[in-house]
């Protein structure tokens, strides 16, 4: 038995179990601590791994991954939400950089227009997965300044296509530059139009079919088939996996098991990412960066003061606050993995020579090793607007935001149903989650918020967002999943209040224990209201009948709030 993948794959774990927790104690985030794992156990380090050619083919499965995610994530109800600065202030900022960066490399490098291009373009993008952790770490992702952040990443993570596209067809040496810029648009155009068809037509119904299986297993290897085989089929038709990954994201953006799909694939995406960013680190050749040292860290510098140059008045332009406008500036001064990717895939079909890709590498590595520095002076600046002031009250995290903060519903049968009517008769966002695909379909032809989701599953709840939800309704028919879902989520989100409904007072005291924050009983409201009616239409008094239901209403719940141990005096009810 061949145990060298074995050792290799132990060496790669262990490096990241000591690396990620260290990186990310000293407030650096995890991808520094893979990056920095990976130029240990390369060749420009301690040389530990020897099947480097082999673990970076596994590892560009992580890049597919991530473009799948991150096509998932550009829904398009979430685009037309933010439109202004998504179109406007994220255009601008790719046009705008990249044309500059283009023209300092062809003018520096003496490299033909395209390569320029590819270059400056793929600089110009900034680190959608290293941003996101940051702004999600610290709850800023609805702030003044993490909004136009996150707008600007869409419409990075859009630019994706044509140039991945661009790659592609710069491949093919008898087409002009001009002609590779038109076609790589007009491929981008044509595959925007198949994902609206397809989606509607074709994989919404099959998703739907796959669903009433009940079963993890076929719904796992059914997004995994999505992904690999959308990946397959465009390097089939010349252009590259990691696009068809992107289109496959696309493809269920605003689909009904989004979330669902996204909980299959995050443990998959997770590691292999890692392994990606354990790969590039490998790759690295220090010996190129220690003969010019000086010279790539300016390089560096000039990269991040350009970016920074150019997004400040852009986002003033677009009525943004002064310190605000500065963070974003900071957040986003670095490039990010789709330069990475770009450059793999451009030296994969001979675009960029193996000296050319190196110092690229070490330039992105460098601004994304900046990043946290980055980060930390663009929320310190951000707070300082505010020195002297209260505290901001959660307009980042308490108000109520309608793409932002919604509450999360966990059922959506009967009682979940109207839970939902009430919210939005008062204006309040919510997300429900259900594991009935004809309800969710059905709900969903309504315009309902309901997505397809296994709620014995605790990762499809992470994903629904429930770490920024201001609190959770469960909903549920089975008293047996309505305790197993709380127990999840309080182990989990411990402060987030859980607000449950039961069966009756021996559920109830369960629920509590388990954490719930409120339980209502099924029982004693069905009873209270029938006895009331009955009560008031015998002639009794209302206000003498309210108090009576009071009374056995505030009984209940005391009672309800004790774990009982042994019978307790008072009146039996169930």
Not at 168 to 176: G, N, R, V
Not at 178 to 184: K, S
Request: glycine letters at 8%; charged letters at 15%; aromatic letters at 8%.
């Amino acid at each position: 038995m061949n145990t060298e993948y074995l050792t290799d794959t132990i060496v790669l774990l262990a490096a990241a179990v000591i690396a990620v927790p260290l990186f990310q104690a000293l407030g650096l985030g995890a991808i520094p601590g893979f990056l920095v794992a990976g130029i240990v156990l390369g060749p420009s380090g301690l040389g530990f791994i020897e099947n480097y050619d082999e673990i970076s083919h596994l590892a560009e499965l992580g890049v597919v991954l991530l473009l799948f995610v991150i096509g998932i994530e550009i829904n398009p109800s979430r685009l037309w939400k933010m439109k202004g600065l998504v179109l406007g202030l994220g255009s601008l900022q790719v046009f705008i950089t990249g044309g500059i960066l283009t023209f300092i490399v062809h003018a520096t490098l003496q490299t033909s227009w395209g390569i320029s291009l590819l270059i400056g373009a793929a600089l110009a993008l900034s680190s959608t997965a290293f941003v996101l952790q940051l702004l999600t770490e610290k709850k800023m992702l609805s702030s003044e300044y993490g909004r136009p952040s996150v707008a600007v990443l869409l419409l990075q993570d859009l630019a994706v296509v044509p140039l991945l596209a661009f790659v592609s067809l710069m491949a093919t040496p008898e087409l002009t530059i001009a002609e590779d810029v038109f076609y790589a648009f007009a491929e981008a155009l044509i595959i925007l139009v198949l994902i609206i068809t397809i989606a509607r037509y074709i994989l919404n119904p099959l998703l739907n079919r796959l669903a009433r299986f009940s079963s993890p297993e076929i719904f796992t290897a059914s997004a995994l088939l999505l992904v690999l085989g959308s990946a397959q089929v465009m390097e089939r038709i010349g252009l590259s996996m990691a696009m068809g990954a992107f289109t496959a994201g696309l493809l269920i953006a605003d689909s009904s098991y989004r979330h669902q799909i996204i909980a299959e694939i995050q443990p998959f995406r997770g590691l292999l990412l890692g392994l990606f960013f354990m790969s590039m680190g490998m790759s690295l050749n220090l010996t190129l960066f220690f003969a010019n040292p000086l010279i790539l860290l300016g390089i560096v510098v000039v990269l991040i003061a350009g970016k920074f140059l150019t997004l400040w008045p852009l986002s003033r332009l677009f009525g943004i606050e002064n310190k605000a406008s500065i963070s974003i500036a900071l957040l986003l001064a670095q490039s990010g993995e789709f330069a990475l990717v770009l450059f793999a895939l451009a030296k994969g079909v001979g675009l960029l020579d193996a000296t050319l890709f190196q110092h690229l590498l070490i330039i992105v590595l460098l601004s994304m090793l900046a990043t946290p520095a980055l980060e930390k002076a663009a929320f310190r600046i951000f707070f300082s607007t505010r020195e002297g002031s209260t505290p901001i009250p959660e307009f980042e995290i308490g108000r109520i935001e309608q793409d932002a903060k919604p509450v999360l519903l966990i059922g959506f049968g009967r009682m979940g149903r109207k839970v939902g009517f009430i919210l939005e008769s008062m204006k309040v966002p919510y997300v429900a989650i259900d594991g009935r695909a004809d309800l969710v379909d059905r709900e969903r032809a309504e315009g309902k918020p309901v997505y397809y989701g296994d709620l014995k599953r605790a990762e499809i709840f992470r994903v629904a967002g429930v770490a920024d939800a201001p609190l959770v309704i469960v909903a549920i028919d089975s008293p047996e999943v309505s305790e197993r879902v709380v127990s999840s989520l309080h182990a989990a989100y411990p402060a987030i209040p859980i607000f449950v409904r039961g069966h009756d007072m021996m559920r109830c005291q369960a629920l509590k224990a388990l954490g719930a924050h409120s339980t209502v009983s099924e029982t004693l409201e069905a009873s209270a209201e029938l006895a009331r009616e009955a009560l008031l239409h015998m002639g009794l008094e209302a206000p003498q009948v309210e108090m009576a239901l009071d009374d056995l209403r505030k009984d209940y719940y005391e009672r309800t709030n004790q774990v009982r141990v042994e019978s307790k005096p008072g009146p039996n009810i169930p």
